[in-house]
């Protein structure tokens, strides 16, 4: 039960603390993941503490092509000079291909989500760089290949202006 509460307070805390959040950011988000795979990633400010990011992915490989949508809404919390945590939730859209004329087993469609989105970042001082490690779970509503969706772990490149 301690740790319940300290986590609230932590949580409280942070909410009263100014966050760092750029007007607008665009780079690149390097994901691992099932779905969209690389990322071109646009974020754009919103308020002291929240902000919006929206990322356009796409996969190419020998038999599956991909591509998705996702935007996400995210609550910002500072953590040291530069360091922020953040935390968000929005939606997924996507659509596939699968070909493999060895095997003879063609796919294709699309799937819709619920995405959300928790990470790490700093931004940089001295340049207007800023590097972020994410996950981003997400829970399959139409089409999707598992009820329980992709996890998808990613690391960001992003010039803020």
Not at 23 to 39: I, Q
Not at 120 to 137: M, S, W
Request: net charge negative.
């Amino acid at each position: 039960m301690r740790k319940l509460g300290f986590l609230v307070l932590v949580l409280l805390i942070s909410t009263f603390a100014e966050a760092q959040i750029n007007k607008h950011a665009l780079g690149l988000r390097l994901g691992g993941g099932d779905a969209g795979g690389t990322e071109v990633s646009y974020q754009h400010g919103l308020s002291s503490n929240t902000r919006l990011e929206a990322d356009l992915g796409w996969r190419n490989e020998n038999y599956y092509d991909a591509f998705c949508f996702t935007g996400i809404h995210q609550w910002v919390f500072p953590i040291e000079s530069g360091f922020q945590w953040y935390v968000g939730v929005g939606g997924q859209i996507g659509s596939w291909s699968w070909d493999n004329k060895y095997v003879g087993n063609d796919d294709d469609g699309m799937w819709v989500s619920i995405a959300g989105q928790i990470g790490i970042e700093y931004q940089f001082q001295q340049v207007p760089i800023q590097l972020a490690i994410d996950g981003r779970p997400t829970i399959g509503i139409v089409n999707s290949n598992s009820d329980l969706g992709f996890w998808d772990l990613a690391l960001s490149v992003r010039y803020c202006f």
